[in-house]
């Protein structure tokens, strides 16, 4: 045994030299090939950057500004002359096109109507009900409890009268529409509660179709298609600018133009999707207080309770 490992040791160091250079040739061809491919792919991106594809844009190609509203923020609350306001641009403007299929007309007396305007406000809509006592489906007036009605009869029906882009119905839009703020602006979103990406996405993409598309940009538009970098999906998309100054009449006297009609109904729309929002933030203020008064007590009665025992 003692013989054995100088040996294996004399033969260790015999091997070395043959080992390193075996390893040093099978190494170089390998570096080089690494090194020319990389030159290669990085001639690729140097062409593929001068044609214009060097990287897939992002969308929304702008983020939408952060507006001020009143129902933001823990202590938010609704403002009733808006959402009325915002209530006759959906009438007078959106409602040609969007539904919403999931907003009671009876809802509306949370904006400030009462049950006759109500009433009076339903019976303008056509509404189909039936069967009737002969089978047959019949239209009639609305009523408050009947829901807001889609201006066609089926998905296919808008897409047909739309250029094939069937409009979405406009109840949950507010809730289902926002732009990912990234980090760590959502870190600082927790505290603030901010939950207004989509009245802002909504505002931002009604006034955002002003702008000129960048020439890269113009000549891939489709046909019929209209730019809007605010847009979540693409450059451009299939909806023309819906509403221009002066188009809807306000009789209180708010400006006629189209950042506060936008602003109007994105606020409408915010209601629409979550009309018991003020209420709910109300109701989580009280328990916040109230989990703090109690966290309180029960510190002064461990205190007590437990003063004069020996740990």
């Known amino acids: 045994m003692k013989k054995l490992l100088p040996a294996l040791l004399a033969a260790g160091l015999a091997f070395a030299p043959m080992s390193i250079a075996l390893a040093q040739d099978g190494q170089g061809p390998t570096e080089n090939t690494a090194s020319e491919e990389a030159a290669v792919g990085h001639d690729a991106s140097a062409e593929a950057a001068e044609e214009g594809h060097a990287e897939t844009p992002h969308y929304p190609l702008e983020h939408p500004e952060q507006l001020n509203w009143s129902f933001a923020g823990p202590f938010g609350h609704w403002d009733l002359a808006q959402l009325q306001r915002g209530l006759k641009v959906y009438k007078e403007v959106c409602s040609a096109c969007h539904g919403m299929r999931l907003v009671a007309f009876r809802n509306l007396e949370d904006l400030g109507y009462s049950e006759a305007q109500v009433k009076a406000f339903a019976a303008e809509y056509t509404v189909q009900d039936g069967p009737?006592?002969?089978g047959e489906m019949f239209d009639r007036p609305g009523i408050p409890s009947d829901y807001f009605p889609s201006p066609f009869p089926n998905t296919a029906a808008a897409a047909a009268a739309n250029g094939g882009a069937a409009p979405p119905d406009l109840s949950l839009l507010a809730k289902a529409r926002a732009v990912e703020r990234g980090f760590?602006?959502?870190?600082?979103?927790?505290?603030?509660?901010?939950?207004?990406?989509?009245?802002?996405?909504?505002?931002?993409?009604?006034?955002?179709?002003?702008?000129?598309?960048?020439?890269?940009?113009?000549?891939?538009?489709?046909?019929?298609?209209?730019?809007?970098?605010?847009?979540?999906?693409?450059?451009?998309?299939?909806?023309?600018?819906?509403?221009?100054?002066?188009q809807v009449e306000y009789p209180d006297g708010a400006p006629q133009t189209i950042d506060q009609y936008s602003r109007d109904v994105s606020a409408f729309m915010m209601w629409a999707a979550e009309p018991h929002l003020a209420e709910r933030k109300a109701t989580g203020f009280v328990v916040m207080i109230f989990l703090v008064v109690f966290a309180g007590l029960l510190f002064a009665v461990k205190r007590r309770v437990w003063t004069g025992t020996a740990h």
């Open 132 to 134: 009737n006592a002969d």
């Open 184 to 246: 760590p602006t959502f870190v600082f979103d927790l505290g603030t509660q901010y939950q207004e990406a989509g009245p802002d996405y909504i505002h931002a993409l009604l006034t955002g179709y002003d702008q000129e598309p960048p020439p890269a940009i113009a000549d891939s538009l489709q046909p019929g298609t209209y730019y809007n970098p605010y847009f979540i999906s693409g450059p451009a998309l299939a909806m023309p600018p819906p509403i221009g100054d002066d």
